[in-house]
């Protein structure tokens, strides 16, 4: 994590400086440089503890989810994050209001998710048809209304020098670096989760219970997650403790 950190910050320099070069030099060089090392900024960015990355493995870790759609929904998240960090800084809005309608939104989809994980098991326990299932899009879009202070940094700051296409460029390729790591980390745990749930198969009617009880576990912290993330100074607390 040293060495993590390190590179992160010397991408972080190499990004701003190709953020200077693009704005003031405005040619296709410059662009691509920019593009590159958003990139890469972006692929180590995503590393480290963080509340969507703990979502995704709460969620994947006790819901089944095939390869691809795990990488999908990794994916969506960090470009849903870039998205509505853009639109943050177009409509004037605050971080904290972001922050706070991101926790919302991951409160509600944990508690969809737990009654519907309540329900799977009671069909596990007793029988039944099987319960609706809710798309992880939502799950994406709930993380990805949390905007990214670099990203809040950089595009308020091109548009106050009236390069805010400059911006634009940046944060996109940023928000498609992380979205690749993060896709890589998702798929990662859809294996684990499919090589549990193989276990599960193997032991019949109790693996069932086990994996719906999972469900129930993983849905909860989703929805604690959320809830955690509603108290800024709590969260923050959480988060310097589990990246030490």
């Not at 692929?43 to 503890?49: D, E, N, Q, Y």
């Amino acid at each position: 994590m040293a060495w993590v950190r390190l590179q992160q910050l010397e991408l972080f320099r190499g990004f701003f400086e190709a953020i200077g070069v693009a704005a003031f030099a405005a040619n296709a060089a410059a662009l691509l440089a920019l593009v590159a090392a958003g990139l890469l900024y972006g692929l180590f960015h995503a590393i480290g503890p963080g509340p969507g990355k703990a979502a995704l493995a709460a969620y994947l870790l006790s819901h089944p989810s095939s390869f691809a759609r795990a990488l999908r929904l990794g994916l969506l998240a960090a470009l849903a994050q870039g998205a509505c960090t853009a639109a943050l800084v177009a409509l004037g809005a605050s971080v904290n209001d972001g922050d706070r309608a991101s926790a919302a939104a991951l409160a509600l989809v944990g508690a969809a998710l737990l009654a519907l994980a309540a329900l799977r098991l009671h069909r596990a326990l007793f029988g039944g048809d099987p319960p609706p299932r809710l798309s992880p899009l939502w799950l994406a879009l709930a993380i990805g209304l949390r905007p990214d202070l670099v990203g809040v940094v950089v595009l308020a700051t091109t548009t106050r020098l009236g390069v805010g296409w400059v911006g634009g460029v940046a944060v996109a390729s940023m928000a498609l670096g992380t979205g690749l790591a993060i896709a890589a980390f998702c798929a990662f745990l859809a294996a684990t989760r499919g090589g549990l749930a193989w276990l599960g198969r193997l032991a019949g009617r109790g693996g069932r219970i086990a994996g719906a009880g999972v469900g129930v576990v993983g849905a909860f912290a989703v929805s604690g997650i959320g809830l955690l993330l509603l108290d800024p100074t709590l969260a923050d607390a959480v988060v310097a403790r589990l990246a030490r």
